[in-house]
């Protein structure tokens, strides 16, 4: 199983902040920024021409982040949180705001295809956090997670902490690592939380895995 890489050079995203805007996101301030890139990416500001992913390039509120076949790519965020993204995946940062002093705030993603790995910051457990899929929401607490096609389904795998995944047919929370969730569409309920086999998770984490 190969870990998520959380070190933070906090100079460069406090130097990104004070900038106040960027080429990947005009006139937006930035709430994070590339890390690392395997293959192709890109930042997509709205309304705007799409940037090609790299180290340190800038992320902002309503950027689209788009990776391509067989690619990866990891953003750190401002609170220290950290999401990769694996191949032919897509997602919507569509609100992060945080609060240094207070340590709070909260922080929207809406992920429209994809595997993603997510592993919560500062951010948390004052503030709160959600990914929205296209069949199902899900609220974090202080949360290391997986999320993406798995074996003809949704999958939702819990590493570290608590989730609740729900849609509008029902809801479940997963609070022990190793168990995981499958949905169908959005309109079938989560199922009840079950450990998920080694061979399974193997499969899961190679989709959003770095070199």
Same mark, same amino acid.
């Given at each position: 199983?190969?870990?998520?890489?959380?070190? !933070?050079? +906090? =100079?460069?995203? $406090?130097?990104?902040? *004070?900038?106040? #805007? #960027?080429?990947?996101?005009?006139?937006?301030?930035?709430?994070? &920024?590339?890390?690392?890139?395997?293959?192709?990416?890109?930042? !997509?500001?709205? &309304?705007? @021409?799409?940037?090609?992913?790299?180290?340190? &390039?800038?992320?902002?509120?309503?950027?689209?982040?788009?990776?391509? +076949?067989?690619?990866?790519?990891?953003?750190?965020?401002?609170?220290?949180? *950290?999401?990769?993204?694996?191949?032919?995946?897509?997602?919507?940062?569509?609100?992060? $705001?945080?609060?240094? =002093?207070?340590?709070?705030? #909260?922080?929207?993603?809406?992920?429209?295809?994809?595997?993603?790995?997510?592993? =919560?910051?500062? %951010?948390?457990?004052?503030?709160? !956090? #959600? !990914?929205?899929?296209?069949?199902?929401?899900?609220?974090?607490?202080?949360?290391?997670?997986?999320?993406?096609?798995?074996?003809?389904?949704?999958?939702?795998?819990?590493?570290?902490?608590?989730?609740?995944?729900?849609?509008?047919?029902?809801?479940?929370?997963? +609070?022990?690592?190793?168990?995981?969730?499958?949905?169908?569409?959005?309109?079938?309920?989560? @199922?009840?939380? =079950?450990?998920?086999?080694?061979?399974?998770?193997?499969?899961?984490?190679?989709?959003?895995? %770095?070199?």
């Amino acid at each position: 199983m190969m870990p998520v890489r959380l070190t !933070i050079a +906090s =100079s460069i995203i $406090v130097g990104a902040l *004070m900038l106040g #805007s #960027s080429p990947g996101s005009p006139w937006a301030d930035p709430v994070g &920024e590339v890390r690392e890139v395997r293959k192709s990416a890109e930042v !997509i500001p709205p &309304e705007k @021409t799409a940037v090609a992913a790299k180290p340190g &390039e800038p992320v902002a509120e309503a950027d689209t982040l788009r990776t391509g +076949s067989d690619s990866r790519l990891q953003v750190e965020f401002v609170d220290n949180s *950290m999401l990769v993204l694996g191949a032919s995946a897509e997602l919507l940062v569509d609100k992060y $705001v945080y609060e240094a =002093s207070a340590e709070s705030g #909260s922080a929207v993603l809406q992920a429209a295809q994809g595997a993603l790995r997510f592993v =919560s910051g500062r %951010l948390e457990p004052k503030g709160e !956090i #959600s !990914i929205d899929l296209p069949v199902a929401h899900i609220a974090l607490r202080g949360t290391e997670l997986w999320a993406g096609p798995s074996r003809g389904v949704t999958g939702i795998l819990l590493i570290k902490g608590r989730v609740e995944v729900s849609n509008e047919a029902g809801s479940v929370i997963l +609070s022990e690592p190793g168990q995981g969730t499958n949905i169908e569409s959005a309109n079938v309920a989560p @199922t009840a939380p =079950s450990v998920w086999p080694e061979a399974r998770v193997e499969e899961a984490l190679s989709t959003v895995a %770095l070199p």
